[in-house]
């Protein structure tokens, strides 16, 4: 049971570049969140899909994108990459249910420079 | 705007001592908190959780303590041992479990 596999784990990329980060969850979770992690910001949500071609907005999603067009995969875009979004993003995966708080599950993160 | 503010930063802790980390809030419709732990190249994992209308919630050497009036809520890590070193984040979700601020983290190093 792979859990919450995210695609790449590294990356370097020059400014303006776009590239497409790739969330896999094999529990047929229903809601997904894109996240970033920065030295004392905690994490910030960027964007999360509480189910298969729905999508919104979180804390911080300018510069962004997402789609969920299959249920197991939530994809997190950046369309001109900025210096500013250099930071470890996460990806996490939750059991939607109305009799208890289920947890999320984190993958292992990818770190993303941005030069 | 932080909506979770936590602290202490950093903390170092004697082997068999407390480790004592806490959380505020400012926003009342939060209705979930978790702890979650995280170690160095990995993500975050859910530790323990409580809901507004529990004052305390024990798991193991884990203990949430949860103040609605003074909206706080702190992690008692009980016996800490060198394998807690860790950072320790606490949350708060509100609308249906859909949004979610984080605090900023603590890193905890338990000493032998």
């Known amino acids: 049971n792979a859990g919450v596999t995210q695609t790449p784990k590294f990356r370097v990329l020059k400014t303006g570049q776009s590239m497409t980060l790739l969330c896999a969850q094999d529990?047929?979770?229903?809601?997904m969140y894109w996240y970033r992690q920065d030295p004392g910001m905690g994490l910030r949500l960027i964007h999360y899909s509480v189910g298969e071609g729905t999508t919104a907005k979180g804390e911080v999603p300018d510069g962004y994108n997402v789609s969920r067009l299959k249920k197991q995969n939530f994809l997190l875009g950046l369309e001109s990459a900025a210096p500013s979004q250099t930071s470890v993003y996460f990806c996490a995966s939750r059991r939607r249910t109305d009799k208890s708080n289920q947890p999320q599950h984190f993958g292992d993160g990818t770190r993303l420079s941005i030069l | 705007q932080q909506q979770v503010k936590q602290s202490p930063q950093s903390l170092i802790v004697q082997k068999g001592g407390i480790s004592i980390i806490n959380c505020a809030y400012e926003n009342t419709a939060f209705d979930y908190f978790p702890w979650y732990q995280q170690f160095p190249g990995k993500g975050p994992a859910l530790l323990i959780a409580i809901r507004p209308d529990v004052s305390e919630k024990k798991e193991g050497r884990f203990t949430i303590s949860f103040n609605k009036s003074a909206k706080q809520f702190s992690l008692h890590i009980m016996d800490s041992q060198p394998g807690d070193s860790a950072t320790y984040f606490c949350a708060a979700f509100s609308g249906g479990y859909q949004k979610v601020t984080f605090g900023t983290g603590t890193k905890l190093q338990v000493i032998p």
């Open positions: 529990m047929n979770h229903e809601y």
